[in-house]
């Protein structure tokens, strides 16, 4: 069981990046899913990898890896928090999760996981790309479903989490059904039915208030951050971008999240580093060159200015 939990949120890390995950099962089956561990699973693995959607119940601290570690995910995850609390940092921003809510990460976002309760219980669905873009389509419309999008974790009212556990028990359903070929359409329906019909009440609150909260400077900067810190590091371009000063900006972040706007592209740069260096075996002149640095030994130094240690030290430790 801590295995498949292992393989549920690794299947989620660097597709983009090319690499391997060999797989024990009665024999090896090498997926193209980004990963270089080797993990002995049970012989329906191949299956579950290839899958536009797959659940896992039940999942409590014991099965948790719960470590420094960040994890990348390059498909959306959505959580279903039944007991217990946990705390965990998603993009940088940390949040103190307390059932009954949901958690989504989506996409490209980075989970570090840093407390988890001992009574704490989930239900985990992982959606692949081509399945959240066909649910984005039933769902575009809806001004709740923007709101969810931008707001990793929500609370669910007591009189509504009834709803949301008899709905994980009906995906759990049809995606269990092997005989059903229209399990996939079934399953996309089901969740925009739900999200229609109850989900949506979880963000009526947050949606009230969503054009003014859009509009804010350090939810506009953190998302240009993390479309461009790749490429863009110069406080200036984000300035720019935000049609203000480089000072007026950096100030406000400041004032506002505790850090400059210089040091959260530097977090950014820096946490997308470690996740490179801890989740692949990439070379690290070939991550230098991923995160658009001049030279490996450029990279090396703004690396060791932030974390203390040389990238190799810090892959080793």
């Known amino acids: 069981m801590e295995s498949f939990l292992f393989l549920c949120i690794c299947t989620c890390l660097f597709s983009d990046y090319g690499l391997n995950l060999h797989i024990e099962c009665n024999e090896i089956v090498t997926m193209d899913i980004g990963l270089h561990y080797d993990i002995k699973l049970s012989d329906d693995v191949s ?26 995910f390059s498909a959306t ?20 999760i307390h059932a009954p809510c949901i958690v989504n990460i989506r996409r490209s976002q980075i989970l570090q996981i840093k407390m988890v309760s001992d009574d704490f219980d989930a239900s985990c669905i992982v959606m692949s790309k081509r399945f959240t873009d066909n649910l984005f389509l039933k769902l575009k419309d809806c001004p709740q479903y923007s709101v969810a999008t931008r707001n ?16 994980v028990e009906i995906m759990s359903e049809i995606s269990s059904d092997m005989a ?24 009526r609150h947050l949606s009230e208030n969503f054009p003014k909260v859009n509009n804010r400077i350090p939810d506009r ?25 480089p000072k007026h900006l950096s100030r406000t972040m400041k004032s506002l999240t505790g850090f400059t706007a210089v040091e959260w592209i530097e977090r950014f740069v820096v946490l997308e580093a470690k996740v490179l260096l801890k989740s692949t075996n990439l070379p690290i002149q070939q991550i230098a060159d991923e995160l658009n640095f001049p030279s490996q030994s450029f990279f090396g130094k703004y690396f060791k200015k932030n974390m203390g240690m040389s990238p190799k030290e810090f892959r080793n430790s």
């Open 180 to 203: 059903n070929p229209y399990a996939y359409q079934a399953e996309v329906l089901a969740i925009s039915s739900f999200f229609y019909s109850i989900g949506h009440k979880c963000y």
């Open 47 to 72: 299956n579950i990898l290839s899958s536009d959607f797959w659940m896992l119940e039940h999942i409590g601290k014991q099965i948790i890896p719960t470590s420094s570690d960040p994890l990348k």
């Open 152 to 167: 990793p974790v929500v609370g669910i009212p007591p009189e509504l989490f009834p709803s949301f556990v008899r709905h």
């Open 77 to 96: 995850v959505s959580i279903l928090v039944r007991k217990g609390e946990c705390v965990a940092d998603i993009n940088l921003i940390q949040y103190n």
């Open 221 to 245: 900067f953190i998302t240009l951050v993390q479309q461009n810190f790749k490429k863009e590091r110069f406080l200036s371009f984000y300035a720019d971008k935000l049609e203000i000063t």
